[in-house]
């Protein structure tokens, strides 16, 4: 099993910035191998959507058009924690954020924007931009 814990959330005034983490343990995280980072966003009352993804090697980066040039995602490999920086935040960026891990990038999935494509799941953490 392997648990993924985000931190980093908060109130925030638009314009401003946040910087999430995510960091992964468990008895099984070694024998889980490399894997690939996705971070999603829920609204209230809206479906889940994809942010944000980085692969297992930090090669590829990909973002949603809604926060390109304002969102960055990098690893620290060493220490199994993501990490996903929020600037310009907008109200529109209100949400509970998860993050996600999967393997498939390295044997040719492309679905990373796709929840399936993610094995294991943290709880999420709160942002809120107030205008």
């Known amino acids: 099993q392997v648990q993924l814990v985000e931190s980093g959330g908060g109130l925030v005034q638009a314009g401003g910035s946040l910087r999430l983490s995510c960091a992964a343990s468990?008895?099984?995280?070694?024998?889980?191998?490399?894997?690939?980072v996705g971070w999603f966003r829920q609204a209230p009352g809206k479906e889940r959507e994809f942010v944000t993804f980085?692969?297992?090697?930090?090669?590829?980066?990909d973002y949603a058009d809604s926060v390109k040039g304002r969102f960055s995602i990098d690893r620290d490999i060493a220490q199994n924690t993501a990490y996903l920086q929020m600037n310009g935040l907008k109200p529109e960026d209100t949400a509970v954020y998860y993050c996600?891990?999967?393997?498939?990038?390295?044997?040719?999935?492309?679905?990373?924007?796709?929840?399936?494509?993610?094995?294991?799941w943290g709880q999420g953490t709160a942002v809120t931009v107030s205008s």
């Open positions: 468990g008895p099984t995280l070694k024998t889980y191998g490399v894997y690939d």
């Open positions: 980085i692969n297992w090697n930090g090669g590829r980066t």
């Open positions: 996600a891990v999967g393997r498939g990038y390295a044997l040719g999935y492309q679905g990373y924007q796709d929840g399936s494509f993610y094995d294991y």
